[in-house]
């Protein structure tokens, strides 16, 4: 699924970087970064409901590619640029956390976005 | 990769959330401009960041050396800190001391040793109450 796929679906902002066409197989939905570095396999999209840098550092780590800030939240510029430094693209959504990832499954978006 | 070792010192500042993480961010970029494999840039990456962020939650900061060679990568994180009383305890999952300021920043659940465990094909602990500690983690490229 396609980044503008992405915010089409979530009816979402971009908030950062400009690759739409940047593909992603499956999802994670999690506020605990530590599980995300656990857990997240390639290609996914992160959904989450904490906003700070670290956010940003975990992706950047997992190499994951996309993030979405769900419950409408938005980082600060700081984290914006950090996202666009590091090729991240940012998205808000005004859903919750559930229908936002309900959303994308529903969209086809069903790969597993963690290990077994 | 030529046949040089490559080493570099990163100063871990203590509590500062903002720039946790700026000496895994600058070694990941060091290993894919050296054409590391992603996997074992992934693994280094991760268990670095999560020393890096252990330092900086729980002992005020650190240094961190690294050291490349065409083998492995070596990343050695060292803190004045507190030092860990129950390094067996702290190795499980789930176990955690951290305060809840540090839970808001979506660490601090107890998952930070495990991870590295996880990722590290090699991992030491040296520990002493009131002197600090010393995590050694050994990432093989091939």
């Known amino acids: ?116 | 990769m030529s046949g040089g070792i490559i080493r570099q010192r990163f100063v871990i500042p203590g509590n500062d959330f903002s720039t946790a993480g700026e000496a895994s961010s600058t070694t990941k970029k060091i290993l894919s401009q050296l054409g590391v494999k992603p996997q074992a840039i992934k693994k280094t990456a991760v268990s670095m960041y999560e020393a890096e962020i252990n330092a900086v939650i729980h002992a005020g900061g650190g240094v961190a050396d690294i050291e490349i060679d065409q083998e492995k990568i070596l990343v050695k994180i060292t803190d004045e800190g507190p030092g860990i009383p129950d390094l067996e305890m702290a190795m499980k999952e789930g176990y955690s001391t951290a305060p809840d300021s540090v839970r808001e920043l979506g660490f601090g659940a107890g998952m930070g040793l495990p991870n590295i465990r996880r990722y590290a094909d090699k991992l030491e602990i040296n520990t002493e109450i009131g002197k600090g500690t010393t995590v050694e983690i050994t990432i093989y490229i091939n």
């Not at chain 1, 940003?56 to 510029?77: H, L, W």
């Open chain 1, 1 to 116: 699924m396609k980044v503008s796929e992405i915010v089409d679906i979530l009816e979402a902002e971009i908030l950062s970087g400009s690759d739409q066409e940047i593909d992603v197989c499956s999802a994670c939905g999690a506020d605990l970064m530590s599980d995300v570095m656990a857990y997240v396999k390639e290609s996914v999209v992160l959904l989450t409901g904490l906003v700070n840098p670290q956010v940003v550092r975990t992706a950047e780590m997992m190499d994951i590619k996309v993030i979405v800030f769900v419950r409408g939240k938005k980082p600060e510029e700081k984290m914006i640029e950090l996202a666009m430094e590091k090729g991240i693209v940012i998205i808000t959504t005004k859903y919750p956390m559930f229908l936002a990832c309900g959303r994308l499954y529903s969209a086809g978006l069903t790969g597993r976005g963690v290990w077994d």
